[in-house]
C-alpha cells in the first residue's frame, strides 16, 4: 500500500472551491523525493537552461556575477524528464482533473530554490498575474516541497477566498522593472494561513489565490517543485490590460528572445 492516496475528498474538492487552496499532507514517497531532490540539485549547479532565458534570478536584476536571491528554473521537466515521468506528475494530473474537471491537463512547471540562510521571500502576488490578460484561466498549481517545508524555511502562505476576485495590480519586486517576479501592490492578507508540510507533501492553489513564501533564514536549502495544470484558456471579448507586464525589461527575457524565434508565449 502507497502511504498516500490520490483521491480527494468531497470534504478537500468543497475546501478546495471554498477557500482557494489546498494542503496535502504526502502525494509521492521518501524515495522519489530523494532522487528528485538529486535531480533537482543538478538542474540548478549545472545551470541548466540560462542561456536561452529559463534559469534566472526570480527576485533580483539577474546579474551574471551575482548569486541569485531566488534561483529559479522555468519547464526544468524539459531538461530532465525523470520529472515528466514521476509520481510526482501523476499525482499532480489527478488531483488537478478532481478540482477542475477530466480535461485538465499539465501546462508547465518549474523550480524555486531558496539556498540556504539567503534565500529570498516571494511576495504576495496571484499566479495569473503573470499571464496574457487576453484570456480567461481555469487552472492551479501544485507546490511540492523537495523536504519538510516550515515557516521559517519558507512554506506556502495563502490568503483564503482570495480566488473568488479578480486580478489585483502588480508591480515587479522592489519597483525594478529587470526583476522578473511580481507583487500585488496592495491586499488584506490579515486572514492569511501558513501551510507547512512535509517533503513529498503539496499545496494545491488557484491561479488567482493570493499567495507568498517567507525568507530561508534555515541552514539547509528549501527546494519546491511546482507543476501548473489547467483547461483550456478561452479568449476574452474584451481583454483585460495587465500594464505590469508591458513594463517588464528582464535580462531573462533578452535571453529567451535571442534564443526563440518570434512568437507567443505564456509565462508561469
Ligand atoms: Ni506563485
Not at 502507497?2 to 504526502?26: C, N, T, V
Not at 484561466?137 to 519538510?148: A, C, G, K
Amino acid at each position: 500500500m502507497p502511504p498516500f492516496s490520490l483521491q480527494l475528498s468531497h470534504e478537500q474538492i468543497d475546501s478546495f472551491a471554498r477557500e482557494g487552496y489546498l494542503r496535502l499532507k504526502a502525494i509521492t514517497t521518501a524515495d522519489e523525493v530523494e532522487r528528485v531532490c538529486g535531480v533537482y540539485d543538478r538542474l540548478f549547479a549545472e545551470r541548466r537552461g540560462r542561456e536561452v532565458g529559463d534559469q534566472f534570478d526570480l527576485a533580483g536584476a539577474d546579474e551574471e556575477d551575482r548569486p541569485a536571491a531566488l534561483p529559479q528554473i522555468l519547464h526544468p521537466s524539459r531538461y530532465a524528464s525523470e520529472l515528466a515521468d514521476s509520481q510526482i506528475r501523476t499525482a499532480g494530473e489527478a488531483i488537478a482533473r478532481a478540482l477542475l474537471g477530466p480535461e485538465a491537463t499539465f501546462i508547465e512547471d518549474h523550480a524555486i530554490l531558496k539556498p540556504a540562510g539567503h534565500g529570498a521571500p516571494t511576495p504576495w502576488h496571484q499566479d495569473e498575474a503573470y499571464w496574457d490578460p487576453g484570456f480567461e484561466y481555469r487552472s492551479l498549481s501544485i507546490w511540492v516541497p523537495l523536504q519538510e517545508a516550515t515557516i521559517e524555511n519558507g512554506c506556502m502562505q495563502f490568503v483564503p477566498g482570495s480566488h473568488r476576485g479578480e486580478v489585483l495590480p502588480h508591480h515587479a519586486i522592489g519597483h525594478d522593472p529587470r526583476v522578473h517576479g511580481l507583487e500585488v501592490d496592495a491586499a488584506d492578507v490579515s486572514g492569511k494561513v501558513a501551510c507547512p508540510i512535509p517533503a513529498g507533501g503539496a499545496t494545491v492553489h488557484h491561479c488567482r489565490t493570493l499567495h507568498y513564501a517567507g525568507a530561508n533564514l534555515t541552514e539547509a536549502p528549501r527546494r519546491a517543485y511546482i507543476m501548473t495544470f489547467g483547461l483550456p484558456p478561452r479568449a476574452l471579448g474584451t481583454p483585460r490590460h495587465f500594464p505590469w507586464r508591458e513594463q517588464r525589461r528582464t535580462a531573462r527575457e533578452a535571453r529567451s528572445r535571442r534564443s526563440r524565434p518570434a512568437g507567443p508565449r505564456v509565462d508561469p
